[in-house]
């Protein structure tokens, strides 16, 4: 292990973009199957982990709903959701703020209530154990129509107090933020935060559109805002975060290397990039790993790992009692460290 390995092992973090069923690994994928009698493609783990070979965005979003047919009771979300907050506590990741699918399930036939009482038991219960924050995001299906995501919305009133915002994510291209135009500005009236992937496979204009038509308060990826000049200032100017996911951009051939990653770019350009996991259990990797690997390959610095870390806690949506006990723990960390 390096020194800079070390050092990222050392700071407390924060993860910005985690989709919570991108974290069924696939020994829990087999246990829940068996668990709940549904007949699994696959003959082993080892099989499930050889599938996990995609070219594009699509070819994985199809493994991904496929997975999801195991999970089917309240407490699978709990142990799907728990095992995750297990996992990156041992990377030292202090606050999470994870996407779910709803209709992912419901369209299934599982109840609404199931899936986000699994998972919101099973964070309550990380907060007792591990210490760590979290919220909770709804993120619409962008392939389905506006109404079913309206129809998602209004499930989702119960819940209000403990569902911080929306997301928009699945299929890009094709689907355009402006579709869900209307039920952003309704979240946004319900108080909810906004969030929307834009720029992952799709062109710069779609995140125009996030910023412009659904009022994003985050950009989830961003990579291809890049393309844009204007749009970088833009972004740059309104210090608006991208959730950069660096293993995530490579498994589905955003870039072709990690070489080739814009992670250090963006930090140059003065972008509020963070780093993110994505889907941790299909992309090979969770926080720490996002951040070894791209420190790695793009030779970051410590000071450039610290402000990633930084703009994770900046870009969070911490109380400021929380956000100024986690930027004492890094400041400490990073002390402590040099100290050695
Ligand atoms: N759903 C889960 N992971 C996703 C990603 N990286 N992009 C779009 N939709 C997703
Ligand atoms: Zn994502």
């Known amino acids: 292990m390096t020194d800079l390995h070390r050092f990222?092992?050392?700071l407390p973090k924060a993860e910005l973009h985690l989709h919570?069923?991108?974290?069924?690994?696939?020994?829990?994928?087999?246990?829940?199957?068996q668990r709940n009698n549904v007949t699994l493609p696959y003959g082993s783990v080892e099989d499930i982990r050889k599938a996990y070979d995609f070219n594009n965005l699509q070819e994985f979003l199809d493994l991904y709903y496929a997975g999801m047919s195991v999970l089917q009771t309240q407490q699978d979300f709990y142990d799907l959701t728990y095992a995750y907050l297990k996992r990156v506590h041992a990377d030292n990741c202090r606050h999470v703020e994870i996407f779910f699918d709803p209709q992912g399930h419901t369209d299934r036939g599982i109840a609404f209530s199931d899936v986000i009482e699994g998972i919101l038991d099973a964070?309550?219960?990380?907060q007792t154990d591990f210490g760590i924050s979290s919220h909770l995001i709804l993120s619409f299906l962008r392939h389905l129509s506006e109404e079913a995501a309206f129809e998602t919305l209004a499930q989702a009133?119960?819940?209000?107090?403990r569902i911080m915002g929306v997301g928009l994510d699945s299929s890009e291209l094709g689907h355009p933020p402006s579709k869900f135009e209307r039920v952003f500005a309704k979240a946004r009236e319900m108080g909810?935060?906004?969030?929307?992937?834009a720029g992952e496979e799709g062109p710069p204009e779609y995140?125009?559109?996030?910023?412009d038509?659904?009022?994003?308060?985050?950009?989830?990826h961003g990579n291809r805002s890049l393309e844009d000049d204007d749009l970088v200032k833009r972004l740059v100017d309104e210090q608006m975060v991208l959730t950069v996911c660096p293993l995530s951009n490579l498994k589905l051939c955003v870039v072709d290397d990690l070489t080739d990653h814009p992670l250090k770019t963006m930090l140059a350009m003065g972008l509020k990039a963070t780093v993110n996991s994505d889907d941790p259990s299909y992309f090979g990797g969770?926080?720490?790993?996002?951040?070894i690997q791209t420190a790695d390959a793009l030779n970051l610095t410590q000071e450039e790992i610290v402000q990633l870390v930084k703009n994770g806690f900046e870009g969070a949506y911490l109380s400021p009692d929380r956000a100024t006990e986690l930027m004492f723990e890094l400041a400490t960390a990073v002390s402590a460290f040099r100290a050695q």
């Open 213 to 220: 038509l659904l009022k994003v308060d985050r950009i989830d």
């Open 20 to 33: 919570i069923e991108g974290s069924l690994e696939p020994e829990q994928m087999f246990e829940l199957a």
């Open 192 to 197: 909810l935060k906004l969030f929307a992937h």
């Open 123 to 126: 964070l309550a219960q990380g």
């Open 207 to 211: 995140v125009y559109e996030a910023l």
């Open 8 to 10: 990222i092992k050392a």
């Open 286 to 291: 969770y926080l720490n790993d996002n951040y």
């Open 157 to 161: 009133e119960p819940y209000l107090d």
